[in-house]
């Protein structure tokens, strides 16, 4: 069975860390980006040699962490260590992530010469208040300078970043950002219900009453609002958080995981899975780079950076698949795919889980043995798929 191959790079600085991020990156770079980079081609050089993918790779991702504060000569360095150790397919998609306020006109430009060819930016909100609330260090002004700049040195595809639920947002503000968003016509957006994460400055500012969490309902009806806005709007809800301009427009590299198709991951804390194996990258910086400057390249060490790697018992791979399957929306899970790749026919594997919630509209088996979750149920999703555990 053909199945092209996804790689995440996984750039861990930021210039500022804002209020509600507990993602494993650094806002103190230093000197460290030029020793990482070097990890990075270094750690690349060595999973290539030993682990070939059959097929091409289709997609490449550039995420963070910030990886817009890298310079274009250093992204483009990274890019060419894949091109020399990994056989790219004829137009794969190469995201980068980006803050607005990274984007000025020559660095667009010297992205779109180097390959980059979709932008993922990190809006969050189309109000300033609301963004600096946030701790993001781009403004509302930023982000049209930015996409401007983007369209103008030939960028086809960009998506945004939007949070919702932020304490002090109100149901207008949420409105307002929508249509701030859909007034610079992106060609895809990903919208995420704000999660207070323990350790952040949100939290603390929680935990003193100086912010006040939104409370489930209220995420509820952010999210229901949005599903109502984008449909009118004529958007494609093709995943749970996600929606596309076009069919053509969703995101390849994010499909590539809820396919559960095989990718692998560089960088601290990046997380890879190929050839019913996951694996997970150390996740301390320091850690990770004096483990990969220590291999012995004599003996090719595949996973030079792993903490961890292990084999997928094939019920969790099942139950895998399905769960993200399911979270695109328009694809659903194809069970002919599913039987091709497992040997089992879902529809026995699965008879309960699937009989239950077609009984309740919650999931509809087409004809042609897509199974697909009901939109409406998208945000209470986890409850759902908690009769697959
Ligand atoms: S830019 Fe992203 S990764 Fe960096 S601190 Fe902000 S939310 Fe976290």
């Not at 600085?13 to 993602?23: G, H, I, N």
């Not at 087409?366 to 409850?383: E, H, T, V």
Request: aromatic share 10%; hydrophobic share 40%.
């Amino acid at each position: 069975m053909k199945e092209p191959w996804s790689l995440y790079v996984h750039i861990p600085f930021c210039k500022t860390r804002c209020s509600y991020c507990d993602f494993v990156t650094s806002a103190e770079a230093g000197d460290r980006i030029p020793r990482y980079l070097r990890a990075l081609e270094r750690e690349i050089e060595f999973t290539a040699r030993s682990l070939v993918p059959r097929d091409p790779v289709h997609s490449v991702y550039f995420g963070g962490g910030t990886p817009s504060i890298l310079t274009q000569d250093q992204i483009e360095s990274v890019l060419n260590t894949i091109r020399a150790n990994f056989r790219l397919s004829g137009s794969p998609e190469i995201t980068l992530e980006a803050n607005p306020g990274d984007l000025g006109a020559d660095q667009a430009e010297r992205l779109n010469e180097i390959g980059v060819n979709r932008l993922s930016l990190g809006v969050q909100s189309g109000h300033d208040g609301e963004l600096w609330r946030m701790g993001r260090r781009h403004t509302v002004a930023d982000t049209v300078q930015a996409v401007s700049a983007a369209r103008a040195a030939g960028f086809k595809n960009i998506s945004f970043d939007l949070i919702f639920g932020y304490p002090g947002q109100s149901q207008k503000d949420w409105r307002e950002s929508l249509e701030f968003a859909l007034s610079l016509a992106p060609d895809h957006l990903s919208l995420y219900a704000l999660s207070i994460e323990d350790g952040t400055a949100l939290e603390r500012a929680v935990a003193a009453g100086n912010a006040v969490a939104p409370s489930g309902d209220e995420l509820a009806d952010r999210y229901e609002f949005a599903l109502d806005f984008l449909r009118d709007a004529g958007w494609n809800h093709y995943e749970i958080s996600n929606w596309s301009r076009t069919a053509e427009s969703e995101s390849r590299h994010n499909k590539q995981y809820w396919r559960q198709g095989p990718y692998l991951g560089f960088g601290v804390a990046a997380h890879g899975y190929a050839y019913h194996s996951r694996s997970a990258n150390i996740a301390d910086l320091d850690a990770y780079l004096n483990a990969v400057d220590s291999c012995d390249a004599r003996f090719f060490p595949p996973f030079p950076a792993a903490a961890e790697t292990s084999m997928q018992p094939s019920q969790e791979e099942m139950r895998d698949e399905m769960i993200f399957g399911l979270r695109m929306l328009r694809e659903g899970v194809d069970l002919a795919r599913f039987e091709k790749r497992h040997g089992i026919k879902a529809e026995s594997h699965f008879h309960s889980f699937i009989e239950k919630h077609s009984a309740g509209g919650r999931v509809t088996l087409s004809a042609d043995r897509k199974l697909r979750l009901n939109p409406r149920y998208a945000f209470i999703s986890n409850q759902i798929f908690i009769d697959l555990v």
